[in-house]
T-cell receptor, first 113, second 114 residues
């Protein structure tokens, strides 16, 4: 069964600090992995996408890494801002005929001033 | 350029009723996917529509059905509502079907079943 596990479930940090969120998956065969940011009451917004051959991808202060051998990914947020407070969701898609993506439960990040 | 829009924003129904949710995709997008997101959970894929046909379906019962119109907008219908159907229903559109296409999500419709 395809699964995506994220940790921690929630995280509280002070403004300006860095943090790293983790994602482990068992989706096979692997096509791509995305990180989404979901603000409260809004739909998710794509931050990064990585395929099998990519091991790092940046989007401003967000840097995602992928280790396809260990089936792990991380999302590093640098110099956090209050606006980074949101849920961060890891999504893994399988290759082949089936599109169906597998979503993690998300990590809830709160940035305090 | 309007992004993905959904209506209504909120809805309250009672058990056994039927509900229809609507989605207009981002301009230029012809593929629409629907997701159910329970409180504190990640979204769960319901189905995807392309060329007015259901192309992929997640693990949801037949009470969940949909439709895509020639203008690419879509509806999600849920019959015989259960308390467990209470959730945020998200619509996402993309340029084409497939795992590599970036999906753009709407703000969602929050459904409460009493």
């Amino acid at each position: 069964k395809n699964q995506v596990e994220q940790s921690p479930q929630s995280l509280i940090i002070l403004e300006g600090k860095n943090c790293t969120l983790q994602c482990n998956y068992t989706v096979s065969p692997f096509s791509n992995l995305r990180w989404y940011k979901q603000d409260t009451g809004r739909g998710p917004v794509s931050l990064t996408i990585m395929t099998f051959s990519e091991n790092t991808k940046s989007n401003g202060r967000y840097t995602a890494t992928l280790d396809a051998d260990t089936k792990q990914s991380s999302l590093h947020i640098t110099a956090s801002q209050l606006s980074d407070s949101a849920s961060y969701i890891c999504v893994v898609s399988a290759s082949g005929g089936s599109y169906i993506p597998t979503f993690g439960r998300g990590t809830s990040l709160i940035v305090h001033p | 350029d309007a992004g993905v829009t959904q209506s209504p924003t909120h809805l309250i129904k009672t058990r056994g009723q039927q509900v229809t949710l609507r989605c207009s995709p981002k301009s230029g997008h012809d593929t629409v996917s629907w997701y159910q997101q329970a409180l504190g959970q990640g979204p769960q894929f319901i189905f995807q529509y392309y060329e007015e046909e259901e192309r992929q379906r997640g693990n949801f019962p037949d009470r969940f059905s949909g439709h895509q119109f020639p203008n690419y907008s879509s509806e999600l219908n849920v019959n015989a509502l259960l308390l467990g159907d209470s959730a945020l229903y998200l619509c996402a559109s993309s340029l084409a079907p497939g795992a590599k296409e970036t999906q753009y999500f709407g703000p969602g419709t929050r459904l409460l079943v009493l």
